[in-house]
């Protein structure tokens, strides 16, 4: 037992000066990993005490534990168990069937004893970042034994039970302790095994590309040193803080955009879907500079943001409406009029009504969608109602605040973003009649 103690202070000792990096970057470590990026494998190693009890055949004795465990869940993880004791001694035991004395419990003086198991652990904090993981184990396994044990069988199954704690370094150190029952189905004895593990997670290091620059750190590889991602808010664990398909390094260092806005110049593209499948410019909400938004003109129009000639004629209104009203003040009349004055001289030509909101803190996102939505049919009326415009040629659309042009205020919001919006589609150019074909009838 003492020699046991003296093992596994070792343990933890070798661990806590060679596998724990400094407090800070521990910290920083721990604070920026979520589950979802931390893989899943791990292994561990270490030494325990099997307890066996007074009338088994086997003396107590230490043995190596070896583990393969899977994170399946926060909550939950699997782990397959190699247990090998090279040294259990003879003991002595009371023959129960002839109530003789005591005798030697096996036929040999020592015998080796293997196990095999798999458990499931609980694990009792469910935060990402935990350090101190406490967790209850349950499972089942065997125990072999080299020697003949009289009246038991081999090898002998086991229910395994407990609990344990482990310390986490890092996402990818631990050190742990684990208390787990045994108990045999054959003659249901009750053993002990409590042991101490050092683990590591492999792979956590993998993605994470330390490279030098200027002697810092770049834990995620993405060409900003983890100090400077500290100061702009990005997370130093992901390459992609916003998700916009542009390295938090090529947004600041490149392209000058914000690596927490996916959409920079709020034109309906993710700044990587401009640099990399648009080529327009994620800076500018209009790149050819034709009147309409590079996501518009993608996702609605159809045309090519990097021509203006094909762009769409575009009004943009901020129609001041009452709060939950949907009706157009006379004061605007006079944009309308204008409009109307586009579409009537264009007879082929069809128009896209767009109204927008802004976002604020109480916004509702149902609400406002439908709100937005009314007022574009409110435009709609006033055109077919007062200049005869059929309603066919114009397309009511609400979208709430789902599209600012601009950052919102979470108490005022963004008059910006308070707008209608119409595009106008030109009609089609008749076609003349060729040289010596039949003139139109008149």
């Not at 938090?248 to 110049?265: A, H, Q």
């Not at 003040?329 to 030509?349: C, E, H, M, Q, T």
Request: with cysteine; aromatic share 8%; charged share 25%.
């Amino acid at each position: 037992m003492k020699h046991l103690s003296m093992i596994v202070s070792g343990l933890v000792v070798i661990a806590c000066a060679f596998l724990a990096p400094t407090a800070a970057q521990a910290q920083m470590d721990l604070e920026n990993s979520t589950f979802e990026e931390n893989p899943p494998w791990y292994a561990g190693a270490g030494v325990g005490l099997i307890k066996f009890e007074g009338d088994e055949a086997t003396k107590s004795g230490a043995f190596i534990n070896l583990r393969l465990g899977y994170d399946y869940t926060q909550r939950w993880s699997f782990e397959g168990v190699f247990n090998l004791a090279p040294v259990l001694g003879s003991n002595d035991v009371y023959n129960f069937d002839s109530g003789a004395d005591a005798r030697e419990g096996m036929d040999e003086e020592n015998c080796v004893g293997v196990g095999l198991a798999v458990d499931a652990l609980m694990h009792l904090f469910l935060a990402p970042d935990r350090r101190i993981d406490p967790f209850l184990l349950a499972g089942v396994g065997f125990m072999y034994y080299t020697a003949d044990r009289p009246n038991r069988i081999n090898p002998d199954p086991t229910i395994r039970f407990g609990a344990g704690v482990a310390y986490h370094f890092n996402p990818a150190w631990a050190v742990r302790a684990d208390a787990i029952g045994v108990m045999t189905i054959d003659k249901t004895e009750f053993n002990f095994m409590p042991a101490a593990l050092v683990t590591y997670k492999w792979g956590t290091d993998v993605p994470r590309s330390l490279r030098a620059d200027g002697g810092l750190t770049d834990t995620d590889g993405d060409g900003l040193p983890d100090q400077d991602e500290l100061r702009l808010k990005t997370d130093p664990r992901n390459p992609d803080t916003d998700g916009d398909g542009l390295l938090d390094g090529e947004e600041v260092l490149k392209y000058k955009t914000d690596p927490l806005n996916p959409d920079s110049d709020y034109d309906g593209l993710t700044d990587g879907q401009e640099v990399y499948a648009h080529k327009t410019d994620p800076n500018v909400r209009d790149t050819d500079k034709g009147g309409v938004a590079d996501g518009h003109e993608v996702i609605e129009d159809l045309t090519n943001p990097l021509d203006p000639s094909d762009d769409l004629l575009l009004f943009t209104l901020e129609i001041e409406f009452d709060t939950d009203k949907s009706v157009i003040k006379p004061v605007y009349f006079g944009d309308l009029d204008k409009i109307a004055k586009v579409l009537l001289r264009d007879p082929n030509s069809t128009a896209r009504i767009e109204g927008h909101a802004d976002k604020r803190k109480t916004s509702v996102a149902d609400y406002n969608l439908q709100l937005s939505e009314r007022r574009a049919r409110a435009v709609v009326d006033y055109l077919a109602d007062k200049h005869g415009i059929a309603r066919s040629r114009m397309k009511p659309v609400g979208y709430g605040f789902n599209r600012p042009v601009a950052p919102n205020d979470p108490v005022i919001g963004n008059i910006k973003n308070r707008r209608v919006e119409v595009y106008i589609r030109r009609g089609a150019i008749p076609t003349p009649p060729r040289a010596g074909g039949n003139a139109p009838a008149r």
